[in-house]
């Protein structure tokens, strides 16, 4: 916790005893860093302004003064932490019955229903006049254009967050319910807070493991709470397809979602400024669909089934992916789209023209004489996110080839996770081809159930110590010159055992990484807290 030091006077003087009226002079906590400066120039009391009291009239001897004295406020306890706390002396807030939460815009409204309902607050709706005791939600100001950043002031008796956008204000009520269940009481202060990231994600294979809906949502409240944006869905993969399906029931596994289920998820995820992410994988990955269409396979020159593979050679290939983008993107209004694009297994022999003739001579009708399987496979990639038009669209990075002419449109950001693929290529290849760059690197935020491979479970501790968004492969950070590239990260939950684990087991053991993740996302800075205090301040707020 940082520590506050006073300056000492240059001269014995009087011993006074001061009232400060007003919060009127205050100490900023910036990123973990305590500086102590008083407003005035000598002494340790504060300064001719601040020590005026309303109505005084006539100098002369002070009568005694029956109002209380507080010491100077701590910065608030939260994960992620807030970046800068300009402490106040003064009681701080807690919430009482039949104390109020307003608004001052109708779009606060889900913001200010929901803070109220957490902390037994009534919900007042807008409202001008002002009240002790009140919670007020405002659109307004903001740090650095930041949609997401937001300040909260707490200052005679009252709380006001106030942000450019509905998002940080979001957040804003995010740091006041931690503070309020971490001590009972939101310190006096203006906290002045924005992430320093905009991407910062969850990501659940549910096509390998089916988790219940209400599971989901619980992690979505849990997500909300430490101020990610993302949830990514990876609903389709060689062993199902999760999620209902009206254009082709075909595909669909029996344990799965309803659309009626992911609506609702979608719903709750959106009230806490949440975007979902929805990805079918293609070409590869495609496993479930295939087995309904078993013909869309893509086979060898020896009539070989590739697992996994779709003969992006066929047109009906295209046109049932298509179809399942056009059908979920009805399902998913965000505007984020994941469309895979990895471990296409066409491209992992020696000669993917000599194994799969097919594929050869479908690139050289697209992309000419020269044209190769890669240049195929990297125009379907293009085209699919033309059938998605409208979202901001990514792909893993093995789905992006060094060889060949044909190259992915310059909009699909590069979801980096492993420098293992063949051909791997260093993070900064990406960069300084101008790519942006969303860190899910494997060596830190790889939650593979039952560890296979070369797999560990990763640790809340390692990344909190160890990582931050430049780290994209293995332990070592790319230049800083590329760090406005890096959109932030994701944690990701793989399912390879599904068995490994139950739903129950996944959510404690993600429980702390996630935590860690979150700060990491949300300031990349050196902790001011321990690991150990870190877990201490999360067992803390639950």
Known sequence: MSQHRRRRAAAPAPRRRWVLVGGAFAVTVGLGVGLGVWASGGGDGPSDAARATPGASSPGPAAPSPARTYPLSQAPRTIPAVRSHTAARGPGWRPARGERVVIGAPSLADEGRLIAGELGLAYAGERDDVRTGDVRLELGGGTDGNPESYTMTVREGRVTVRGPGDAGVFYGTRTLKQEVHAGGTAPEGTVADAPAKPRRGFMLDIARKPFPADWIADRIRELGDLKYNELGLHFSDDQSFRIQSDTHPEVVSPDHLTKAQVRQLVALAASRHITVVPEIDSPGHLGAVLAAHPGLRLRTAQGTVTKGAIDISQDGAARIVDDLLGEFA??????????????????????????????????????????????????????????????????????????????????????????????????????????????????????????PQTFVYPTGQRIYEQWTPRVLRGTEAVPARYDSQILGGVFAVWCDLASSQTPQQVAAGIRMPLRATAQKLWDPARPALSWTEFRALADRLG
């Open 330 to 451: 009805e399902v998913f209004p965000g505007g984020l789209w994941n469309l895979g694009g990895d471990e296409y297994q066409a491209l992992t022999v020696r000669s993917p023209e000599a194994s799969y003739p097919q594929l050869a001579a479908a690139a050289r009708r697209a992309h000419g004489v020269g044209g190769t399987v890669a240049d195929l496979t990297t125009g379907w990639l293009n085209d699919r996110a033309a059938a998605v038009r409208g979202r901001t669209v990514r792909a893993w990075n093995d789905g992006f080839y060094r060889s060949g002419s044909v190259r992915p449109s310059g909009t699909v950001e590069v979801a980096y996770w492993t420098g293992k693929e063949l051909g791997a290529r260093q993070p900064a290849e990406y960069l300084a081809a101008g790519r942006r760059v969303i860190n899910y690197n494997d060596e830190f935020l790889y939650y593979v159930l039952g560890q």
